[in-house]
């Protein structure tokens, strides 16, 4: 069973990832706009993903006899100046999310909820696998700078991404 204080704090990352999955979407849709189709794909993917995380918290709230909430969304940023700054945004973010989920581990640990503080532990590895990946992508897209067939490279490269359930994943548990 899950503490009032643990409840909590896993409704409101899970409100976290569910902008980090509105915020990945708006990209896509200023990519789409700007004319890059694999970076818009690559967002899209991206926001997919972040949609399975929120899913997978709520779907732990309630498993462990807890309470799922959908709070309110904020609103995301609409336009970059530039595909760099796009993917220096992207890094920053997974950094910050990264933060976000140490906070959530200390309250688990601080609640003494070994079995929160296990089912954190995928977030935990899966947020090295996120800032590995957005730290590639940026480091391709700065390099490319300004250069129009650089960019293109790096556009048609990311929109091969494609998306897959995480293995033991449900759609509808």
Do not use: C
């Not at 704090?9 to 980090?20: G, H, I, K, T």
């Not at 897209?141 to 991404?161: F, H, Q, Y």
């Amino acid at each position: 069973m899950l503490s009032e204080r643990m409840n909590e704090a896993l409704n409101v990352q899970a409100n976290r990832e569910l902008y980090s999955s509105y915020l990945y979407l708006s990209m896509s849709y200023y990519f789409r706009s700007t004319g890059f189709g694999g970076f818009a794909g690559w967002m899209r993917v991206q926001a997919g993903e972040e949609l399975v995380h929120t899913m997978k918290l709520l779907d732990y709230i309630a498993a462990s006899g807890g309470r799922a909430k959908m709070l309110a969304v904020e609103a995301p940023q609409q336009s970059w100046e530039s595909p760099q700054q796009a993917f220096q945004h992207v890094w920053d973010h997974e950094r910050a999310v990264t933060r976000m989920i140490h906070e959530l581990v200390a309250v688990a640990e601080s609640e003494s909820d070994a079995a929160t503080r296990g089912f954190l532990q995928w977030y935990v590895d899966e947020q090295v696998e996120e800032e590995e990946s957005s730290d590639d992508v940026l480091k391709r897209v700065l390099a490319a700078g300004s250069d129009p067939g650089a960019l293109k490279a790096a556009d048609e490269e990311l929109g091969k991404r494609g998306f897959r359930f995480p293995r033991g994943f449900q759609m509808f548990p």
